[in-house]
């Protein structure tokens, strides 16, 4: 249980001892990826490719959920800080945790309800549509909790529930598809499993104190900017990961199996890439937020921002395309040699993506919905292309998927120049 001054003392270590909650963070969430790779190789190695293509299909709406409902985090997180005390933030998440948990509890049900028809639109047996339920709930209420251990200072505690996902994912799935023989729903089961494993530990690391300690009531709750800010937050993000999911849901619908499990290689692998500008835009944020607030143009920490990004993504993309048909044939077998010549253009792509998530960061920092609307149309556009055009190939949907990403990077560096930049003033 967290004791009277708890918030106070681990805010202050946060603070005065910078670098060892952000190094440790940085290592933990290392082997967080690594465990979370190996559930993917493992179901690659375990499965048909037609099941592994099942498998990836149900991880990218997942993936979609999480990263949507993660805007809850930032959220929870800004107000316990602003609130001062633990009595706010108790508030804070016991308000807000309220309705997540509530709005949580109902897309589960009607996600189980309408297993037999999402299973049919995602080409995945409803089995493994209705486990994505579990799902629904863990990414709708671990962000509040998380936000409440990020808002306290607790980087250790909040890392480490991460890693409790990926290893309790991993786990599962060697105990139901390894031991137990079970195929893609079990693999699929794992997911929510792990989730739930991860929200106990979050639960615990909390402390009882914010479950029932004293609070008082937070005027951020009773005005609704807490959910203002959240809606804007939660559209950025989904329409952003949305774009990167899409073309794999497409192909699992339109592809065989083979050739579909062939593709979802690829979406594992790009995700690598993606991994790189994560620590660059976590920096960058509470930058762009402070010296927007000072009226200063924002050129200069965009642009070291952007050069570290295309400097980290184009490295691991030169090793795609040297090592592509070495890395596809060690990491998931020779039955996925299909893919191996594409595995560099995506690469490619999530460079475009790494800019793009620069720009999504700038404009949440700022005035996000008109980033939001070019994402929006983006993802209409991809999904149009791919339904009229119907590719034939997968270079053909990989194409596809590339200028949807070079589109949101190019269009938001000319949305700041031409609309953005202007409106934040001069300054240095």
């Known amino acids: 249980m967290s004791g009277p001054s708890t918030v106070r003392r681990e805010g202050a270590l946060a603070r005065s001892v910078t670098r060892a909650p952000v190094l440790w963070l940085f290592g933990i969430d290392m082997v967080s990826n690594g465990i979370d790779y190996a559930f993917h190789i493992y179901a690659g190695w375990a499965l048909e490719p037609g099941a592994f293509a099942v498998v990836q299909t149900v991880n990218s709406v997942v993936l979609v959920l999480v990263t949507a409902f993660a805007a809850l985090q930032p959220v929870v997180a800004r107000f316990v800080v602003e609130g001062g005390d633990e009595a706010a933030a108790r508030a804070v998440f016991r308000g807000i ?36 339920g579990g799902m629904v709930l863990v990414a709708v209420t671990r962000p509040v909790l998380a936000g409440m251990l990020q808002g306290q200072g607790r980087f250790l505690r909040y890392g480490l529930t991460r890693t409790a996902y990926a290893a309790g994912r991993l786990l599962l799935a060697l105990l139901l598809v390894g031991l137990l023989g079970g195929g893609a729903v079990a693999a699929v089961a794992a997911m929510p499993g792990g989730g739930l494993i991860s929200l106990g530990l979050a639960a615990a690391f909390v402390g009882g104190g914010a479950w029932w300690g004293a609070a008082r009531p937070d005027p951020a709750l009773r005005t609704g900017r807490a959910w203002r800010l959240a809606l804007a937050a939660l559209l950025a993000y989904a329409a952003y990961t949305g774009l990167q999911a899409l073309d794999l849901i497409w192909v699992n619908r339109s592809f065989p199996g083979a050739t579909a499990g062939s593709y979802a290689t690829l979406a594992v692998l790009r995700r690598v890439v993606a991994l790189f500008p994560g620590a660059v835009v976590v920096v960058l944020f509470p930058r762009v937020v ?139």
């Open 290 to 428: 402070e010296r927007a607030a000072r009226g200063e143009r924002l050129d200069g920490v965009i642009g070291r921002a952007a050069g570290i990004v295309l400097a980290a993504t184009l490295g691991l993309t030169g090793l795609y395309f040297a090592l592509d048909a070495t890395l596809i044939r060690l990491m998931f077998g020779p039955a996925y040699a299909a893919a191996a010549p594409l595995l560099g253009w995506m690469g490619l792509a999530m460079v475009g993506f790494g800019l793009a998530a620069v720009w999504l960061n700038v404009f949440l920092a700022t005035r996000p919905w008109p980033f939001v609307g070019l994402l929006g149309l983006l993802i209409a556009g991809q999904w149009g292309v791919l339904g009229l055009a119907r590719p034939a190939t997968l270079a053909g949907v990989t194409a596809v998927f590339a200028a949807g990403a070079w589109l949101a990077a190019v269009g938001g560096a000319l949305l700041y120049l031409a609309w953005l930049r202007p409106r934040l003033g001069g300054g240095r």
């Open 97 to 132: 945790g309220r309705q997540s948990a509530g709005i949580g509890l109902a897309l589960a049900a009607l996600t189980v309800a309408l297993a037999g028809p999402l299973g049919r639109a995602l080409n995945v047996p409803p089995a493994a549509a209705a486990w994505l």
